[in-house]
């Protein structure tokens, strides 16, 4: 049987040859939070192009319903409700030799449904708030890049205010029926992000397309997988930009597409000064710490 670096080797050689740089690829650290449709995807992907290390979040088990739209369960992990990232770290680690990947099975606290710890005949239900906060700030603090495949907006801003506060790119991934949308948040760059998108959702309606709501439970299969390989491909382009230049071009502020009507479509939208996410939101966060989050609100006012 060949070795582990053969088989590698083998695997990426077509990836090399069409010019990607390998080395730089395997040095990123990447946290996808979220492994359910579009997370399971993405893993994929970036797994089959050699990234260095996976970090995986999700606090779920397989369910027989996951199987026919999350690539990474089969039936059996349903079967024997094994968790996700669990599941998810096995297959991707017998997928690509040599990849490194970190299961992390917890809530990411979300700031509107304050965590509750509750026992039930001899269960403990439920998480602790702040320690869960301060597990995804270490997972955020030793990735390079963070993208959410979470379903709920709040918990997405969360994510976000942690890596931009952390000088992390953020790629944000939404699908809804034939619809998709992903949204690239680069550090210092002057672009918008789910919070300037929220503030200016009135003119956005007039003229562009609306971001989807990304509940992720009710889309095709092809949606799914063309929202990840977009989200794939930005990490890509980020990995390789170096002094100032894109090589394989500047990820787009915003893509979105609709299957139905065969749109894709790509917009740069500026940051909005006074968002209360990437910019109040992160300097709230710089200035107390992760537990600001726990009193973040997001209804529009800062509290």
């Known amino acids: 049987m060949e070795g582990c670096d053969g088989i590698r080797s083998k695997l990426l050689d077509r ?3 069409a010019g990607y740089d390998l080395d730089r690829i395997s040095k990123f650290n990447v946290l996808i939070a979220g492994m359910g449709t579009i997370g399971c995807a993405v893993a994929r992907i970036l797994a089959l192009y050699g990234v260095g290390k996976l970090l995986l979040v999700d606090d779920d088990v397989v ?16 079967e024997r409700g094994k968790e996700k990232v669990l599941v998810a770290k096995e297959k991707l680690e017998r997928l690509m030799p040599g990849l490194r990947v970190e299961a992390l099975n917890f809530t990411i606290p979300n700031p509107l449904s304050p965590a509750v710890i509750v026992e039930i005949d001899g269960k403990v239900y439920g998480y602790d708030a702040s320690e869960n906060l301060n597990k995804i700030e270490k997972a955020v603090k030793s990735s390079d890049v963070v993208i959410s495949g979470v379903d709920n907006f709040n918990t997405r801003r969360t994510l976000e205010i942690l890596s931009l506060g952390n000088g992390k ?3 944000n991934t939404g699908i809804e029926g034939t619809k998709g ?4 948040v680069l550090v210092d760059e002057d672009n918008s992000c789910i919070g300037c998108y929220q503030r200016g959702l009135s003119w956005l309606k007039g003229g562009y397309e609306v971001e989807p709501a990304g509940g992720c439970t009710v889309a095709s299969l092809s949606t799914i997988h063309i929202a990840a390989a977009i989200a794939a491909d ?5 990995v390789h930009h170096k002094n100032g230049e ?3 071009g500047k990820p787009a502020n915003f893509t979105s597409f609709d299957l139905k009507t065969n749109k894709f479509n790509s917009y740069q939208f500026p940051k909005d000064v006074h968002c209360e996410i990437c910019v109040k939101g992160v300097e709230k966060y710089l200035r107390e710490g992760s537990s600001s989050l726990l009193h973040l609100d997001y209804g529009g006012n800062q509290q």
């Open 15 to 17: 990836i090399e040859r």
């Open 63 to 78: 369910e027989i319903e996951n199987v026919g739209r999350q690539c990474l369960y089969e039936l059996e992990d349903a």
């Open 169 to 171: 790119p953020f790629i």
């Open 181 to 184: 949308g992903v949204r690239t």
């Open 234 to 238: 930005n990490f890509i382009k980020i």
């Open 246 to 248: 894109w090589k394989f």
